[in-house]
């Protein structure tokens, strides 16, 4: 595919590294909180990503270090298809990731890499023509799914909406209708052996409006 909104722009080549993007998922790897998810949150505001594309403009810099302009128009960006049928972006923490990348059919098979912000994938994603669903962090490895939606609030196009409070309940307790006697009979059990225990209620909670 190739989208006019995205843009190349002439500068010196700077390393690709997202150290604070690579920690976030690597905490995330060892149990989601909600912490660990604004972590990853704010890293990705800050990221800058490798985007796999083809173009035929060889990404050769000049004696100063600097690139050569390419026509957006000209930029092919590679998808990732699941299984449901629905194409996602692929985009990349470093380049070590990026060569995992693999295009079936291509004469070239390792696709040249672009680098894209968070804001620079909203407005991709932003297209009403498009169909494509968000992004895929590091796949294969990693597989984290960045919704549109999600990317929309990262870029700040978008506020994410607020928690609607829910409506007061009344709990009230009373005798169980079905009466646990495997329950009874363990708990029983454990009072006999501990003093400490004189008296013990069994009852259901019960919630309603």
């Known amino acids: 595919m190739s989208d006019k909104k995205a843009k190349i722009q002439q500068g010196t080549?700077?390393?690709?590294?997202?150290?604070?993007?690579?920690?976030?998922?690597?905490?995330?790897?060892?149990?989601?909180?909600?912490?660990?998810?604004?972590?990853?949150?704010?890293?990705?505001?800050?990221?800058?990503?490798?985007?796999?594309?083809?173009?035929?403009?060889?990404?050769?810099?000049?004696?100063?270090?600097?690139?050569?302009?390419?026509?957006?128009?000209?930029i092919k960006f590679f998808l990732i298809n699941t299984n449901d049928g629905k194409a996602f972006f692929p985009a990349f923490t470093d380049v070590e990731e990026s060569t995992k990348f693999k295009v079936a059919g291509e004469k070239d098979?390792?696709?040249?890499?672009?680098?894209?912000?968070?804001?620079?994938?909203?407005?991709l994603l932003s297209d009403p023509n498009t169909k494509i669903q968000g992004v895929i962090i590091n796949p294969g490895t990693d597989n984290i799914v960045i919704p549109k939606p999600l990317i929309a609030i990262l870029a700040g196009r978008e506020?994410?909406?607020?928690?609607?409070?829910?409506?007061p309940m009344?709990?009230?307790?009373?005798?169980?209708?079905?009466?646990?006697?495997?329950?009874?009979?363990a708990v029983y059990?454990?009072?006999?052996?501990?003093?400490?225990?004189?008296?013990?209620?069994?009852k259901s909670k019960l919630y309603g409006p």
């Open 13 to 74: 080549i700077a390393p690709v590294t997202n150290p604070e993007v690579k920690k976030a998922i690597n905490d995330l790897k060892q149990g989601s909180t909600p912490e660990r998810q604004e972590a990853l949150s704010n890293a990705l505001k800050k990221a800058r990503l490798l985007a796999p594309c083809n173009f035929d403009v060889e990404l050769k810099p000049d004696h100063n270090g600097v690139l050569p302009t390419v026509n957006p128009s000209q």
């Open 170 to 185: 009344n709990v009230t307790y009373s005798e169980p209708n079905v009466y646990p006697t495997r329950l009874v009979n």
């Open 159 to 167: 506020r994410p909406k607020p928690v609607q409070p829910t409506a």
């Open 109 to 123: 098979d390792t696709p040249k890499n672009i680098v894209r912000t968070i804001q620079e994938y909203d407005a």
């Open 189 to 202: 059990d454990y009072c006999e052996t501990n003093d400490a225990i004189s008296r013990v209620w069994l």
